[in-house]
């Protein structure tokens, strides 16, 4: 029984930031490995962020590595992604996933089995 809700989002001109936030409830929100994905219209969900249970672990995809950061609160149940520098080609609904059984930090989203209702990012050019 896990349930999130993203938010964060928003309209932004190119080259400016946006954090977005994804809290939990339900479980331990220490124990369980957490993502990010983004769908733009027409396109497959794409992996975007993943951090580790204690934060040590992260990986990104490659086109935001650099730009993104994500991190997380434990005691706040809640997981972050600072995304700076931002490109029209960033626009995308984004998601934020629980991966219930991660002996690793996955990249494909078919690893993560709890997903938020997801938060629309837009970026101008």
């Known amino acids: 029984q896990v349930q999130l809700e993203e938010s964060g989002g928003g309209l932004v001109q190119a080259g400016g930031s946006l954090r977005l936030s994804c809290a939990a409830s339900?479980?331990?929100?220490?124990?369980?490995?957490m993502g990010w994905f983004r769908q733009a219209p027409g396109k497959e969900r794409e992996f975007v962020a993943a951090?580790?249970?204690?934060?040590?672990?992260?990986r990104y995809l490659g086109s935001v590595k650099g730009r993104f950061i994500i991190s997380r609160d434990n005691a706040k149940s809640t997981i972050y992604l600072q995304m700076n520098s931002l490109k029209p080609e960033d626009t995308a609904v984004y998601y934020c996933?629980?991966?219930?059984?991660?002996?690793?930090?996955?990249?494909?989203?078919?690893?993560?089995?709890?997903w938020g209702q997801g938060t629309q990012v837009t970026v101008s050019s």
């Open positions: 996933a629980l991966d219930s059984g991660a002996l690793v930090v996955s990249m494909t989203s078919y690893a993560y089995d709890y």
């Open positions: 339900g479980r331990t929100f220490s124990s369980y490995v």
């Open positions: 951090i580790s249970r204690n934060g040590g672990n992260t």
